[in-house]
Every structure is written in C-alpha cells, then in structure tokens.
C-alpha cells in the first residue's frame, strides 16, 4: 500500500468520506450529554488521569518544568497523578530527572515542532535527542505541506523514520487538524499516520487554532476504532489545544465513551493535551467534594 | 465503566391542574362530555383530567371563532404580526416548561422536546409573523383574502409542534381557529390556551376542544368551518376527505408515510449511520416522515449493519426527563400494541429481527429500538406504517432500482438519500416521488421548508412560503 503516492492515495481516497454537517451535528448532541454526580466525580478524576500537562513556551526554563513536574506528581488533594508532561527535547532532562520513579511519564514534542519545516535529517536528530535525554513519548508532528501537496509518501516515510529514531519511546503523530482544512483529510491524515507506525494520533500542536475540536476528535475516533476493527492494532487518541475547562473534558471522555467505548477509556490510550485545564478540573473536584467553589488562589499556578 | 448517573430534568417547572376545561372564546369552560383522563405514557401515572367536546361544545367553538374572523381578519397584517411576535417571544421564555410538559404527556426524551419541538415551534411562530403583513408580496395575488374558520385537528406525535404548523399560518393569513388536539396529549395545547390569554389575543381567534375521535368529527363535519386541516393516520385521512367532498371547505391532509432512506456504498458512513439511527429512533419512530425502511445497497450491506448495530447497542431507553434519554415511552397502549402485531408479522413473515441488549423500565409503554434484516418488498413490515421504532432493510444494486423500492409504496412523504456525489443526489430527488428528498441528512426541518406529501401521505404543503396557500383564498 505505501510502495508509492499513487498507491497510498488510492487507499485514502477510498476511504468512506466524512459529512461536516453529520459530524458536526452529531459532535454537538454529544456536547449535550448531563455528567452529574457520581459520573462527575469519575469523569473528573479519569481526565486528571489523563492530561499530558504542557509547556511549550520559548521562555521555558529548567524552575519551570521543575514546578510543573511536581505539580503533574502531586496535583493536589487526593486527585490521581497526570500522565505525563510535556515539553521541549531540550528539557527533556529537567523532566525526566524530576520525575523519576513517579510513574508520570516523560514526553517531549520534536521534528522541529510545531511547523515541521526542517529536512528528515534535522527531525531525526530531533527525536533522537529527546530520547537519549530520557523521553518514554515522543509527539512530531506531519509534514502539513507534504500531506496537502498530495505526497502522502513523504508523510509516510517520515512517521516511519522518527518511529524507528524512537526506539521504545511510544510515538503521537500530530495531524494539526487546524491547518488540513477538512475532515475527509483529517480522517485520511488519521489512516496514514497509523499505516505508519503511530502509537498515538494527536489533533494539534496547539499553535494553531481551531484546534482540539469535538468533531475532529469525533472522526479521529472512528479512525481508530476502524483501524483496530482492520488490524487488530489499537491506537490511541489525543486531542490538545483548547481544551480549558472540565466541561470541554467531560465532553471528550463522552466522545469516547460513546464512540469507542471502554477500551479507550484509559490514560493508556488517551490523553488531553492541556495547560490550563488540569487547575479548572481541580477546581470542580473541589466543589463536587465541599459543596463550595474555592478562589483561584486556593490551586497553585505552576 | 463510564456510566452516566441519573440527570433528571425537573419537573416542578409544570403546575398541571387536576382537570382542565376547554378554551373558547378566551375562557376555559366546563364541556359537555365526560372528562378523559391523561396519562404519561412512561409510567402510566394520571397527569390529568381533559374535558371532552361535544358537538353542541363544538358549535359554540365554531361561533366564536366566526364572531371573532370579523374583527381578526380586519385587523392589519402588522397588527396580526405583533401578536405572533408575542406568542412566540412567550413560547420561547416558557419553552423549559413546555418542554416538560411536552415530555410529560407524549412519552418523548426531553433532550428532543428541549432541542427540536419547542426551537421549531417558536421559529414558526416568528416565520409566520414574518409573513402577516406581507401577505400581498407571497404571489397569491394583490389582496389575498382569508378563509373564515379554520377547523384543524393534530396528532399525538408531536402536540405542540403540530399545533404551531397549524396555528401560525391560519393566524398570519386571518383565519381564526378550532383546534382539537390529540385525546392521548392534549396539555400543550392546553398550555397553550394559557399563552393566547397571557399575549392578550381576542377571544375567539384561537379556540381548543379536547376530546377523542366524535370530538374531531363534529369539528371537521361543522358547517361553518371554511378549511379543514388534518394531520394523522391515512385511514382517518380518508374518512375526512369523505366528509368535506361536496362541501366549499377546503382541505389539506398530511397522513402517513414509509420513507426510504436510501444508502448508497460511495455515501458517508459514519453520517450516514447517524442519519438512519434518527430518521427511525427520533421520536421513538412515532414520525410520519420516519426513515422506516433503509434501502442500502448490496455492496454495502454488512459493513453498514454492523456499523449500525454497534451505534443501536448506544442508544439509551428509559426515563424521558433524563437529559441523557435518546428513546422515551411509547405514547399508548394502543400503539404498543400495533408495533408489537407489526413486529411479529415482520419476524412470522420471514424477516430477521434484532434489538440492542437493553433494559426497559416495568411500568409504562416501551419498545426497544428495532432491527429488521432480510425484509422483501412484500412483507407487511415493509408496505405499512409501523410509526415505531421498527427499521426495515432492504437491499439494491442499482440507483434505478433504488429509485423504484424507493417509489413502490402506496406513501410518499419523505425520503433520503445518502452519496458523495452530487449529481446522483439530484438524478434521485428528481425520481423520488416523495414531498420532501433530505440528502446527506435526516429528519431536518425548517419553518421556510414546505412538508407534504405524494398519494396515501396526503395533500397540501404546511410549511415556507407555499404553506400560506392553504389559508388564503386562492
């Protein structure tokens, strides 16, 4: 199939197509969906469970990912630890060192993140980079201009080689949905990210808006669920940017519930990407706990 | 492992009374029948008790409405206007209310009550205020003229919505009105009376008489009703058209339906799958325009079905206040009972049946949402209207024999149509005798959308521009 662009374009053109009217319709009647209570709590603590906490700021420092580092280990009373953070392969040390023997995992973005405009050679040494510093994932990102150009191979061929520059460290391959356009290439970008090798399909560099939307985390879950139906392989899922308040959190966990179920309901296989979010879920963790909503001032700022 | 915990709408919102008189001239007053009570379909508990029409009742009704058509009919269009406007501003400030009354009565989820009926009910209210002093400008001529005394007569599937489809044209065009709603729902439109007074409409321009079947003969049959409007099962469709043949009323039917929808192997299957689940589960099936029988083709089959079953498997029956509910009540036992006879002919016929494991509540009426494979043109469940939730497949090869399954059927309301390809969208609607062709999509509706029907679905256009024609002199 990937032997060369006329193959690859045949199997992704031949894919069933996405109606962005249906999808987007269908993702807004899930964003209806009333998590109270007990199933608040559960989503709550699940979400927590599940966030890649990010920084990817050019005025990151060693102190900064040291205090998000502890902040992913210890989110605070009684809420489970994240699952991993995220940052720059330069960093990649700083985290790796502080959060040694947590269990929260180390990741670190690269291929010349977030654009991808670099030779292979330059995302290669990239992710090479951060996984000698001690990184378990590794998220690129797709050679967007590659992929709208229709050379799917060049796409290919580079998911392949960064997978093999990984080594262990589980590889997310980010779409940057935001900059494909449509959902037919979101759900084609999905397939080839997974014929290639991706252990995670992730939606956005969270660069570029619009980003994590419930839609576009919609077809990339059919994607998945398709793919396993195929292969047997599963894949994981994560949506990053935008997704700020426990609500936008709960409506993805919804999203997977209802369209993947169970399987995927793990921080195993998927993740929020996400800075803000993690205080806000502390937040309604709080007030499903006291009955009180607490001030700001209550839940550090890292 | 992510189960949803209960997330019941309140129903302290609604003060339904004990009993409830019928609306005339501006007033509730006592009727002349006795009083039928009822119920909510998804706990068989008495909401209520209804005053039933008789005929003198019903005259009474019909005079005020005359008396009133004077005075209505004289008044401006921008004038009419206004008082839509009201009405609908006042639907829309009670629409959380409504919404549980409405699901109350008909058995429906509050999710479809909350965001379907009542945003339509209210958008055609202001569409047709829209309309009331432009009336001149809708192609009927310079000065079109309204009828009189529109009797209209609505059925239980959707209570307010239906009244709105009849209301707020007559209104806008003149007309005044007697409404009988459906015996099994008739809170909303009782509420409803409450909103004519509450928007200080004149007496007599909206009148509602509860009542079973004698009470919507006596409204059809009266004769000083100028216009009859009915929407509900064909067989009482006929019986009506029997009634005003030879009489100056005019007359708009809109009966039942047995909509393909049709999938073809290019279409977008997720979408598409989405669009079948709704064209038949919506409303728990009890919708003239359901998607009752998928045409899909053969190319297809298995992966659409198996698709299809493991969305079905999704699908959350129970309580229809609970936010979460996709599939509510069964509105009467009645009906239970005649998906239940439909249902055995399908599986006695032949046909292969299958429904989702899922649990249904002890009390009240419920059906599980339904699967049937290996369906031929000739079974029952194919030709008659389950109004249920009740799919019937069948498959094709070709888009000439989808478009003759498709049209091979005594109805034609609706169909749909599920491709990629532009032109075969058109080459199919153009071929479907059907009132309305939704492609790509299911179930959609829109004020400025006419709705009707082709044979057995009946006649006149309700809805749009085109639907101020069956209140005018034209």
Known sequence: ???????????????????????????????????????????????????????????????????????????????????????????????????????VKVASVATAFPSGRSSLEVKVADTALAVAAGADEVDMVIDRGAFLAGDYLKVFEEIVAVKAACGAAHLKVILETGELATYDNVRRA??????????????????????????????????????????GIQVGVKPAGGIRTTKDAIKMLVLVNETVGDDWLTPDWFRLGASTLLNDLLMQREKLTTGRYAGPDYFTLD | MFEYAPAPESRDIVDIKPSYGLFVNGEFVDGGGPGLKTVNPATEEPLAEVATATSDDVDRAVQAARKAFGVWSALPGAERAKYLFRIARIIQERARELAVLESLDNGKPIRESRDVDLPLVAAHF?????????????????????????????????????????????????????LKPAETTPLTALAFAEICQQADLPPG??????????????????????????????????????????????????????????????????????????????????????????????????????????????????????????????????????????????????????????????????????????????????????????????????????????????????????????????????????GVVWANTFNKFDPASPFGGYKESGYGREGGKIGLEAYLDV
């Not at chain 1, 102190?63 to 699952?83: E, Y």
């Not at chain 2, 070709?398 to 990629?420: D, F, I, M, Q, R």
Request: hydrophobic share 45%; net charge neutral.
């Open chain 2, 205 to 434: 321009v909206v009148n509602i008489v509860t009542g079973a079947g004698d009470t919507g003969a006596a409204v059809v049959a009266h004769p000083d009703v100028d216009k009859v409007a009915f929407t509900g099962s064909t067989e009482v469709g006929r019986v009506i058209a029997r009634t005003v043949a030879g009489t100056n009323k005019k007359l708009t039917l809109e009966l039942g339906g047995k909509a393909a929808n049709i999938v073809f192997e290019d279409a977008p299957i997720d979408q598409a799958v989405e669009g079948i689940v709704n064209g038949i589960f919506f409303n728990q099936g009890h919708v003239c325009c359901a998607g009752s029988r998928l045409l899909v083709q053969e190319s297809i089959q298995e992966e659409l079905l198996d698709s299809l079953r493991r969305r079905m498997a999704t699908l959350r029956v129970g309580d229809p206040l609970d936010k979460n509910t996709d599939i509510g009540a069964i509105n009467s036992a009645e009906q239970l009972a005649k998906i239940r006879d439909l249902s055995a002919a399908g599986e006695s016929e032949g046909a292969e049946r299958w429904s989702p494991a899922c649990e249904l509540p002890q009390r009240g009426f419920w059906f599980p949402p339904t699967l049937f494979t290996g369906v031929a043109q000739s079974h029952r469940i194919a030709r008659e209207e389950i109004f249920g939730p009740v799919l019937s497949v069948l498959t094709f090869r070709t888009p000439a024999e989808a478009v003759e399954k498709a049209n091979n059927t005594p109805y034609g309301l609706s169909a749909g149509v599920w491709t990629e390809k532009g032109s075969r969208i058109l080459w199919m609607a153009d071929r479907l005798r059907a």
């Open chain 2, 126 to 178: 202001f569409y047709y205020a829209g309309w009331a002093d432009k009336l001149r400008y809708a192609g009927f001529g310079d000065n079109p003229r309204p009828l009189g005394v529109a009797g209209q007569v609505i059925p239980w599937n959707f209570p307010l919505l239906m009244l709105a489809w009849k209301i707020a044209p007559a209104l806008a065009c003149g007309n005044t009105v007697v």
């Open chain 1, 190 to 231: 999905s397939w080839l990210a997974m014929l290639a090798g991706a252990d995670f399909i992730k939606t956005s560099t969270g660069k570029v808006q619009p980003a994590a939307t419930l839609p576009v985390t919609l077809v990339m879950l059919e994607a998945v669920r398709d793919y396993r139906d195929e292969t």
């Open chain 1, 1 to 103: 199939m990937a032997s060369s662009n006329a193959t690859l374009r045949a199997f992704l053109h031949g894919l069933p197509g996405v109606d962005r009217v249906g999808a987007d319709q269908r993702a807004a009647m899930l964003g209806t969906r009333s998590i109270k209570t007990t199933a608040k709590a559960k989503a709550i603590d699940l979400a927590v469970s599940m966030v890649d906490l990010t920084t990817l700021e050019g005025a990151d420092t060693p102190g900064k990912v040291r205090a998000l580092c502890t902040k992913a280990m210890h989110p605070g009373a009684g809420a489970p630890r994240v699952a991993a953070v995220c940052v720059y392969p330069d960093l990649v040390h700083v985290a790796a060192e502080a959060l040694k023997g947590s269990g």
